[in-house]
């Protein structure tokens, strides 16, 4: 575990019914983003929602995933909700999903500010109303009557991540951020993340089966395969020199990757 | 979409969707007695001797008299014209029961129905959330067991064995609460605002008139609510499973939201628009229960009314019934569309 | 909810959750086999006649009567096997009925489509607005008390729901390929809706029908508890209840018809719903989630 760490993950195994990740170490450093890659069942999201302890009930979790000094892994109710939406958000993958389809904009930016931060209905509004603007969304004191149905797919997940950092957090876990949306919506949304991880100092776990995406964004990245991370490494020695077979799987699989051409791999 | 909308209609999406509504409950009005009078005229049963009796069924001057009077000698489709006619200036005709106009009948016992069924309703619903809610929340657990097994004994029980044994019990033997009737013979009848006694007597400052007719609506009302809430707490219960297994309930939780605050804002708010539903067609089934609730705990709402005017074969208040039944329907259809348009905002503002 | 932890306490409380879906429902089949045996078999082996009137009235249950006698002085028992053997064929009578009835109304109406389905549908809609037992009861009055004539004004109120789910079930599978290559054979539609689509139907009818079968015994016994249904002295569970309305003290009159009652359509819910269990997928998968963990 490193010492500027906010978020470690060591030996981490999630079984439900039988053993899905075996063995998981992972640290988030402020500032930078970290891929976790690897195709649909390999753990990755389990991963993720372990932090939050957001797994289903009956899953069996074991190792460590501390944030600064709490640790995550059997924390109780109390501790957990101290610090989900405070000290570790999460985007989720498809907006119109994961927001409420019947409460205003309003509510689901200031709910949990007003519970984190004890905050005051008007002042919880006025932070509302800057970070909506800081993602960039239109009209933003207007916005916040509205309702998620009345916004495009990318506005909306800029709303998502308008909420995830409404308190501020150390940490930002996106879960596959940009899949549910246009293509061309995408490159805005992640070209914001990179730039929220930077000006905030935030460690952001970006969870993705798309390696485009991480080649984007990420400043690490680890590869996962089947519960077990088989690849590390910074993006560009990555995407240059990729060492596991799998890794050159995936980037051989990736549309108008160098390494497709190459008749070897 | 909402180009199409406006460009079909000129007026006001609201003004068509309710002239629509309009169109179509007239229609199934016209069903309604149609269907009510085809039924008690096709059929071999004699109305003169049901509302008479043997006796002076008997006697042939009695009988023309009273065929007469009702204008039972016209034919088949006359009377219906007749009667059609009449209820287009609000005259239902008499009953051959109570010899009074159905519609001063009716007006009584409409209201001491929807006090039952609306107090019976909302306890239900109350009960339910909570019952539902938790089976959801202990999916597979002892306690949802219990209450899977507790919800299907409320649906086995029958309604009328259920108002007897809590007649006996609670009035005859322990004598807790009133077992008959809106209020205490000794007190007077509030005067009528909206007909519903306990709001009545509220609005005129009687609490001993209110706390009276409360007592009297105890039993009849959780008789009655037992079955509604069988039937609600199962529904509650699949909804909100299927909420909780959504993005934005996760999602919720991910930002520390405490429990209650996850439940009542985006659980329940989540699952609201599939239990609305239910609620309305549950209130259907509790105006059937009425009928042998309201027989058992001598209740004079429609039930009773409805009970007396089948057995005597009396056309009017048959027709009366079917005609209040078919109001009561759109109503409930037009309050469940309401609270939908309230609690989604894609139905409110497209 | 919050904790992903499986301590033992709630691991023991799923176990047990997983091990009680399937009893409820071997409960429900054991205790309906019962009633049906005992409707079969009642007249061979009760105590007295259970339509005499030879005992001493108002007897409370003792060793001459276990159940005592009613105002009439008739066996309580012996009226309650009896009973039996009248409610509960005449319940899966009118179930059938319904189901038939109803289940060809809406493969028409879905199958037909157009007029025919919109008016079809209308009717069917005319028939669920009203409550079931105020619909009964006008049928029932106007047809004249006799227990047949309940049955029919319950086929009546109960066959829309079948014609419902039945269209809706047509009409998703009227589009799809096996059913149009049937057409395109050449095959009549009486032929493509009997043998390409009906079969598909059944399932979801079946569940239906067998959580209606206590609706239909408890509103047959209500009829009957009004007036309407059986006669005196037909030894009916929901006219010896209304009987014992005048003798409140002889409780036991009222009592035990009300849990004969109460126990045959808690057999049949208790089958019904292990069966909506079995065959809805949703469900089925929430159950197989609520005992492996696994929904992710």
Not at chain 1, 80 to 96: E, I, K, N, T, Y
Not at chain 1, 209 to 234: K, N, T
Not at chain 3, 126 to 131: H, I, N, R, S, T
């Amino acid at each position: 575990m490193s010492r500027d760490a906010v978020l470690s993950i060591s030996e981490l195994h999630i079984s439900i019914g039988r053993p899905l990740v075996t063995g998981i170490s992972l640290d988030l450093y402020p500032g930078r983003v970290t891929g976790l890659a690897g195709e649909s069942g390999s753990g990755k999201t389990l991963t993720s929602m372990a932090v939050l302890g957001l797994l289903p009930r009956g899953a069996r979790v074991t190792g460590s995933i501390r944030c600064g000094d709490t640790e995550l892994v059997g924390a109780d109710r109390r501790t957990l909700s101290a610090v989900r939406g405070r000290r570790v958000a999460m985007v989720f993958q498809d907006p119109s999903a994961s927001l409420h389809p019947q409460l205003s904009v309003g509510v689901q930016l200031t709910d949990h500010v007003r519970r984190h931060l004890g905050l005051s209905r008007r002042a919880a509004r006025q932070r509302a109303v800057e970070l909506l603007e800081r993602v960039q969304v239109p009209e933003p004191e207007a916005a916040l009557a509205r309702y998620p149905h009345q916004f495009s797919g990318g506005q909306r997940q800029r709303i998502a991540i308008a909420i995830a950092l409404a308190c501020d957090p150390e940490v930002l876990l996106a879960d596959e951020p940009t899949t549910a949306l246009d293509v061309t919506v995408q490159a805005g949304i992640l070209q914001l993340l990179h730039q929220l991880a930077e000006e905030r100092q935030l460690a952001v776990l970006l969870v993705t089966h798309d390696l485009g995406v991480m080649s984007a964004i990420a400043d690490e990245v680890a590869v996962m395969r089947a519960g077990v991370i088989v690849e590390r490494a910074p993006r560009a020695a990555l995407f240059s020199a990729p060492q596991h077979p799998y890794t050159r799987q995936l980037l051989a699989a990736l549309p108008g990757s160098r390494l497709e051409e190459e008749p070897d791999v | 979409m909402q180009k199409t909308a406006a460009t079909r209609s000129p007026a006001s999406p609201l003004a068509g969707f309710l002239l629509r509504r309009l169109g179509t409950s007239v229609l199934l009005l016209i069903g309604v007695t149609l269907v009510t009078f085809l039924l008690t005229n096709l059929v071999p049963g004699d109305p003169v001797t049901a509302a008479l009796g043997e006796g002076p069924a008997s006697d042939p001057a009695t009988r023309e008299a009273f065929i007469q009077a009702h204008g039972l000698d016209k034919p088949a489709p006359v009377q219906y014209v007749m009667y059609l006619g009449a209820l287009l200036t609000g005259d239902l005709g008499r009953s051959l029961t109570t010899g009074q106009p159905v519609v001063a009948d009716l007006a009584k016992a409409i209201p001491a129905t929807i006090e039952l069924a609306v107090a019976a309703i909302v306890l239900s619903l109350a009960v339910s959330l909570v019952l539902g809610t938790l089976a959801a929340y202990r999916r597979g657990m002892v306690t949802d067991q219990v209450l899977r097994v507790l919800t299907l004994i409320g649906l086995s029980v029958p309604t009328f064995w259920l108002a007897l044994v809590a007649f006996y019990v609670f009035f005859l033997q322990l004598g807790v609460v009133p077992g008959s009737g809106r209020i205490s013979p000794s007190i007077t009848p509030p005067p009528t605002v909206t007909g519903l006694y306990t709001v009545d007597y509220l609005l005129n400052g009687d609490s001993v008139g209110f706390l009276d007719a409360l007592a009297h609506l105890t039993l009849p009302v959780l008789v009655l609510s037992l079955f509604t809430i069988g039937l609600l707490t199962r529904f509650v219960r699949t909804s909100v499973l299927e909420v909780l297994d959504t993005d934005y309930v996760r999602a919720a939780r991910a930002k520390g939201l405490g429990g209650w605050r996850v439940v009542s804002a985006y659980v329940l708010r989540g699952a609201s628009l599939p239990i609305l539903t239910v609620v309305g067609v549950a209130f259907g089934a509790l105006l059937s229960g009425t009928v042998l609730v309201e027989s058992v705990f001598s209740w004079p709402g429609l039930g009773s009314y409805s009970y007396n005017a089948a057995r005597n074969l009396d056309l009017p208040g048959i027709m009366g019934v079917g005609l209040v039944v078919g109001v009561i329907y759109l109503v409930i259809n037009l309050v469940v569309d309401l609270f939908y348009a309230i609690l989604d905002p894609r139905v409110r503002l497209s | 909810m919050t904790s992903s932890i499986l301590t033992p306490a709630r691991a023991r409380r799923r176990r047990i959750g997983a091990q009680w879906r399937a009893p409820l429902g071997i409960v429900g089949a054991v205790v309906a086999l019962a009633w049906i045996l005992v409707a079969c078999t009642a007249p061979l082996w009760v105590p007295y006649d259970p339509v005499a009137q030879g005992l001493p009235r108002l007897q409370p249950p003792g060793p001459e009567a276990i159940l005592g006698t009613d105002s009439v002085g008739r066996d309580v028992f012996s009226r309650l096997m009896a009973g039996a053997g009248v409610t509960i064929p005449l319940a899966l009578l009118l179930v059938g009925c319904s189901v038939v009835l109803g289940t060809l109304v809406g493969a028409i109406a879905g199958y037909a489509g157009r007029w025919v389905d919109e008016t079809l549908m209308r009717i069917t809609d005319l028939v669920m607005a009203f409550p079931t037992v105020i619909l009964a009861m006008v049928i029932a009055a106007s047809l004249g008390p006799s227990l047949f004539n309940a049955v029919i004004a319950a086929i009546v109120v109960s066959w829309p729901q079948y014609a419902r789910v039945s269209r809706s079930i047509v009409l998703s599978l009227r589009g799809q390929n096996y059913v149009i290559a049937s057409r395109l054979l050449g095959y009549s539609p009486a032929r493509s809706l009997w043998t390409d689509i009906l079969p598909n139907v059944a399932g979801p009818i079946l569940v239906l029908a067998s959580l209606d079968i206590g609706t239909a015994i408890l509103l047959l016994s209500g009829l009957s508890f009004l007036g309407l249904g059986a006669q005196p002295p037909t030894a009916e569970w929901g006219s010896m209840i209304s009987g014992a309305m005048e003798n409140f003290d002889a409780w036991w009159i009222g009592v035990f018809p009300g849990l004969a009652i109460l126990t045959v359509v808690m057999a049949f819910n208790f089958i019904g719903d292990t069966l909506r269990d079995a065959f809805d997928p949703l469900a089925r998968a929430q159950s197989i989630a609520a005992n492996t963990g696994e929904t992710a």
